[in-house]
Each structure stands twice: as C-alpha cells, then as structure tokens.
C-alpha cells in the first residue's frame, strides 16, 4: 500500500494505491475506488480496505482517493462540489492510465474498472463519460437517483433531530429555510446548494463507453445466512435498472450478499462473504476475456 498526494486543479488529493501483488506485475484490471456521500465514506472504510487488499493480492491494481473536501484530502466539505468531484476522479483515471502503461509497457491492455460504492457509483458513470476508453464498473449498493438518495438523507437528519428533543414544528420551518439557504448542516457536515443540486440531478446511467456491470446488493440477515450468497433476488429497483442495462446490451453479473449496511454502521461486523463475491465476480469477467 503506498500513499501520495495527486495534484488536481493545484490542490492536493490522498490517494492509497495498491500495487497487483503478482510476480510479473501485470495488472488484472486496474481499479479507481469512489467512496460515498458523507459519513457514509469514513463508515465503510474498514471494509473497502480490506476488498482492496484482497484483489490487489489477486493481482489488481487499486487506487483509493478522497474527494475535494473528504478524507484527507485538501479542502473543506462545505467548498466540495458534484464538478470538482467528477474532475478527481478523471484526474485518478488518468494517473491509473499513466501507471498501468509503466506496469505493462507491451500493450497495457487490462481493462478500466470504476468502483463505486453508494453515491460514489452515480460519481463513476459521469466521469466515465468523459473518457475516451471502455470502462468496467464495479457497484457496492448502487444509488439509482441522486435526488431520491438526497431526499433520504434529509429523512435521516430530520430524525435524528427529533429524538433530540426538536419539536416537529421547528423541524418543519427549519426544512423549509433550509431549501432557500445557499448551505445546509446536516449531522455535522455543510453541503453547499451546488453540491445539493449535482447530487439531486445525477441519474445511473450508464455511458456509451461501458464494457461491463459487475454489482453486489447486501441484504439484512439473520446470523445463520451469513456467509451464503444469492444471484437471483436482487431488490426490485435494482432488478429492473439491470434489465436495463442488458437490454442495451451490457454484459451484467449480480450478487446478492447477507450482511449489514455497514456504510451506517461504525463498528460493523466484517463481512467475508462480501469480498469473496466482489472478487468472483471480477475473475468472471477476466476469464470471459480470456
């Protein structure tokens, strides 16, 4: 794992890269993390790392970033922008680009995968529209719309705020202000009117320029489920966006894993069974190649 700055408009982004860990040093795939909105990021960063360890032992190179504004990144989240955003990932692209031809100069021909977790899968199908190459894309419960998942969020904090004693009225008003206000503090993060407004516009649609679709949904489970995984019973939002997709010809694989959302959990329990399909999934992909 190896940690660098990378330089996007004159500000620094953190990036963890992990290098494929095989004896020949040519990549499987070459693989760009966009983490999710808000706390969800830092939740899930337990797991993430560890899926990213694991396919860089199976031979993939994986660069994690952080967003203008998130993480370790430089920036505040109340300056964070949709825009900005979609620019570090395609700047991450590039430098992965750049990489992987230094990994295998004979034709650098392992592919592109954009790996989103929530939101950050609505992130990785704009930013793989501005670029010229195919793109593989690699979904961790894939938000559909950005405006739904923004009315959710707004949802949860208004929840959260009652059980602290706000009464309902106050909430009211203060949802309604806040619709005009050019920022909104929602449990402890500042989102600005155009990141609000890039957020609610971004639909998952995917670009010309797709090559494949690998997704896993989680779904809550007892303790006896954990660790079996199912293919046919994804959510029926999900099931219809996948007919989508492969009704304009997109090669589609699906997994559905038991486990927790851990993207709202502090301290979730690992989830072995999670990793393992990911991984499935992506050698399927490569042996169709093959």
């Not at 095989?22 to 790392?49: C, L, T």
């Not at 004693?165 to 920022?183: K, L």
């Not at 449990?187 to 690998?214: D, K």
Request: aromatic share 8%.
């Amino acid at each position: 794992m190896q940690p660098f700055s990378l330089d996007v408009s004159g500000r620094s982004r953190f990036c963890l890269y992990h290098p494929p860990r095989r004896v020949d040093a040519v990549a499987r795939g070459a693989i760009v993390y966009i983490h999710p909105f808000a706390e969800e990021m830092n939740f899930s960063r337990r797991m993430v790392a560890l899926q990213a360890r694991m396919l860089a032992a199976q031979g993939y190179a994986v660069l994690q970033i952080d967003l203008s504004g998130c993480g370790d990144s430089a920036g505040d989240f109340s300056e964070a922008r949709w825009s900005a955003w979609v620019a570090d990932i395609i700047a991450a692209a590039r430098w992965t680009q750049s990489h992987r031809i230094r990994h295998n100069p004979i034709d650098g021909t392992e592919p592109l995968i954009f790996w989103g977790l929530r939101a950050g899968c609505l992130l990785a199908t704009e930013a793989a529209s501005a670029l010229d190459e195919p793109v593989d894309f690699l979904f961790w419960q894939p938000v559909l719309s950005g405006e739904a998942y923004w009315r959710q969020f707004r949802r949860l904090e208004v929840a959260a705020r009652a059980l602290e004693n706000y009464g309902n009225t106050r909430e009211n008003q203060a949802a309604r202000v806040a619709e005009n206000t050019p920022a909104i503090e929602i449990a402890g993060y500042c989102i600005s009117s155009e990141l609000i407004a890039g957020l609610s516009a971004a639909q998952l649609v995917l670009p010309a320029n797709t090559r494949r679709v690998s997704c896993v949904e989680l779904k809550p489970c007892s303790g006896a489920e954990q660790g079996n995984t199912h293919s046919d019973s994804l959510s029926s939002t999900l099931t219809a966006a996948v007919a989508a997709w492969r009704e304009q010809g997109t090669s589609v694989r699906c997994a559905v894993v038991p486990g927790a959302a851990f993207w709202q959990i502090a301290e979730a329990e690992d989830c072995p069974a999670l990793r393992t399909a990911t991984a499935q999934l992506l050698m399927e992909g490569s042996d169709d190649d093959a």
